[in-house]
């Protein structure tokens, strides 16, 4: 009887608002546990090679989603206290069609910020600890504050307008489509074996 009467709940209920947020925190969990366990796959010394001169290394890219997702839990924790003054601000047209995917475009974006001289990685351990450490930051804010139900938010550089939710959302849509970046080098690293 129970399972019926949540089948017919309305969709605007706290119920659902809660799995929303439940399921972006799963979708971040599962993310992020698989760059981890991705590490397990590489030496060092594979981390640092880089495919040809105008790419990345792994590792480099390693370096890049932890830092960008740091930011991004900055951003989570800004939207979440925020004076509800741009809650009516709204993200850009492509960036409401990537979040109605749920991910980036399957193509090579260009991002003004990155470096291609983006530092290596001093070591694995560094690399795993890192990718913890910030999974465990977003279970504890997602744990302590409801961000499905916060309406405050914060500007991002290109796409404008992101509530916490969306920071999470983004940040998790981010490190996968980094996965694509990852099969690229991976090609490149094992056809040289």
């Known amino acids: 009887m129970l399972l019926l009467l949540l089948i017919f709940l309305p969709h605007n209920t706290g119920w659902m608002t809660i799995n929303k947020a439940a399921e972006l925190l799963r979708q971040f969990n599962d993310t992020s546990d698989k760059w981890i366990a991705y590490l397990d796959d590489y030496t060092l010394s594979m981390l640092h090679q880089r495919p ?3 790419s990345w290394s792994l590792g480099q890219v390693y370096m890049h989603i932890i830092a960008d997702t740091a930011w991004y ?3 989570m924790k800004a939207a979440l206290s925020a004076d509800n003054s741009d809650h009516e601000k709204e993200m850009r047209a492509d960036a409401k069609t990537m979040f109605l995917q749920n991910g ?3 193509a090579r ?3 003004p910020f990155n470096s291609l001289d983006l530092s290596q990685p001093e070591s694995k351990t560094s690399l795993q600890q890192s990718l913890l450490s910030i999974k465990a930051e977003v279970n504890q ?3 302590s504050a409801d961000i499905s139900a ?3 938010k914060v500007e991002h550089p290109g796409f404008y307008f992101f509530s916490a939710a969306e920071w999470l959302q983004f940040a998790e849509m981010h ?3 980094h996965f694509r970046q ?3 080098i991976d090609e490149q690293l094992f056809a040289k074996e």
């Open 109 to 111: 974006m260009a991002n």
């Open 73 to 75: 839990i900055g951003q």
């Open 104 to 106: 980036f475009p399957d």
């Open 52 to 54: 040809d001169a105008a």
């Open 150 to 152: 916060a309406t405050g």
């Open 141 to 143: 804010l997602c744990n």
């Open 175 to 177: 490190m996968r489509h």
């Open 182 to 184: 990852k099969q690229r």
